[in-house]
């Protein structure tokens, strides 16, 4: 299998430690109470028919402010669980779109970089642009090949939501090397 050409932003975030963290992100089996730094009264969010009890909206959008983003909500309604993260750096701007999954905790989120408030090419699905790296670095196809987190508890979100905005300010500070 000839592996994928990245675009500038995937060879952004291939720079970082994202491809791998993207896949850990998603494994909704590990302790993520070991590794947040908040202690919650009720952390798993594991109902009793074996799903996850869906978080608020801004409840989410916290946890990526308290990380130190610019968080923002794009659309209201039940049926529409969306909201923007911005990562600054000088004139770059990382912005993020999360789409919550209605009834789920999964995160749709799709990139763009802004230089100078022009945009630099078309927001990309960070699902795929992980995929993409792993690939072309000659890694197996990852399984299953675009996985989206799922929130599982409130440790998940605190440190997910941190660890991206730690690469969305990597990606921010080095755009222009």
Do not use: K
């Amino acid at each position: 299998m000839t592996s994928p050409a990245l675009s500038p932003l995937a060879r952004a975030l291939a720079r970082t430690d994202f491809a791998e963290n993207w896949y850990r992100w998603c494994d909704a089996r590990r302790d993520w109470a070991a590794e947040a730094t908040g202690v919650y009264d009720e952390d798993s969010l594991l109902t009793a028919s074996g799903g996850f009890a869906a978080l608020p909206v801004g409840e989410f959008m916290q946890a990526y402010r308290a990380a130190g983003a610019e968080v923002s909500r794009i659309s209201t309604g039940p049926r529409h669980r969306s909201f923007a993260v911005e990562v600054a750096a000088g004139d770059v701007v990382c912005s993020l779109t999360v789409q919550l999954g209605r009834g789920l905790n999964s995160q749709e989120c799709r990139l763009a970089v802004l230089t100078g408030g022009e945009r630099q090419g078309e927001p990309e699905m960070l699902h795929a642009m992980a995929r993409a790296i792993r690939l072309s670095r000659g890694e197996p196809e990852p399984d299953p090949p675009y996985p989206r987190p799922i929130i599982g508890s409130r440790g998940q979100l605190e440190v997910v939501s941190r660890e991206i905005v730690d690469v969305l300010g990597q990606v921010a500070r080095g755009w222009a090397s």
